[in-house]
């Protein structure tokens, strides 16, 4: 969607124009990782820009695709790095709108065989969706193991004790064709310090996608889905009203035009200006969608606009 106050393509706004941006939107959906915090790090006036939005009675949502925590664990960290205003309806992780899937659209009768960590589990629990109880014994393999009768759902999420047992278990329940196939997220890597990366769900998908002949539904950014539970949860959600900010433009600048959304980048995470940019002057139209309608250094540089706000109703 073309950007209401500059030209779509991915140019630096600052001033009036997010002042105007600020007005205008009543809706705010913010990526976490690299748009709000770095790890246990806020970034600088983060928490100032989100509580004084909540504040101002606009309606504040986080999408994100880190499916390794529950949300109640996601309201802890928020309040601990200064986003006091942030309840647990606010909150769409991959990990809970997975379990919505699963139990509102699939209405999977059965256990689910869960590759991924503690986290995406308890929000599979509290949807009320059973899980395939992983046996502790590091000399079975998949020639022996015993496979439960019925598993009606694979889902891949992040998962640091990933094992060669767990793939070929996923392998095996996939062969049955009524068995659902989803993925929290596809995003491939994330950064660490020190120029290490951390691969990601996407990179565990696409082992079990080749292993198994099968393709994965995306329950996450750049999949609609998530929007789609913001709307069913939240009345009066209108795409016009809202702004999409996150930092990578493959991930989140494609969910925002996915949505009909407008999109912000802030450049304090994985893309730069320099990418959008080569997106904007490709001759693949496939690759505008990966542009955004604006560019900030920080969603620090809302604080100015706010303070202009408070000056003018004084």
Known sequence: MAGAFVVKGCQKIGGPQIRNLL???????????????HGEKA???????VNSLIRRGKNVFFVTNNCTRP???YVHKFSRLGFTDVILEQIFSSSYCSALYLRDVVKVRGQVFVIGCDGLRRELQEAGIPCVEEANDPD?????????????AVLVGHDDKMTFLKLAKASCYLRDPECVFLATDNDPWHPLSGGRILPGSGSLTAALEVASGRKATVIGKPSRFMFECISSQFSGVDPAQCL????????DMLFGSNCGL????TLTGVSQIEEAQEYRDSELTSNHSFVPDY????????????????????
Request: glycine share 4%.
């Open 23 to 37: 007005e205008a939107k009543d809706f705010f959906l913010f990526d976490c990782d690299g748009v709000i915090w």
């Open 295 to 314: 560019v900030v250094d920080t969603i620090a540089d809302f604080l100015p606009a706010f303070e202009e706000l408070e000056e003018q109703s004084s």
């Open 71 to 73: 949300r109640e664990s």
């Open 43 to 49: 970034v600088s006036g983060a928490p100032a820009v």
């Open 244 to 251: 999409m900010v996150g930092d990578r433009l493959e991930v």
């Open 140 to 152: 079975a393999t998949i020639y022996d193991c015993p496979l439960a009768a019925d598993v009606k």
């Open 262 to 265: 407008d999109t912000m980048l």
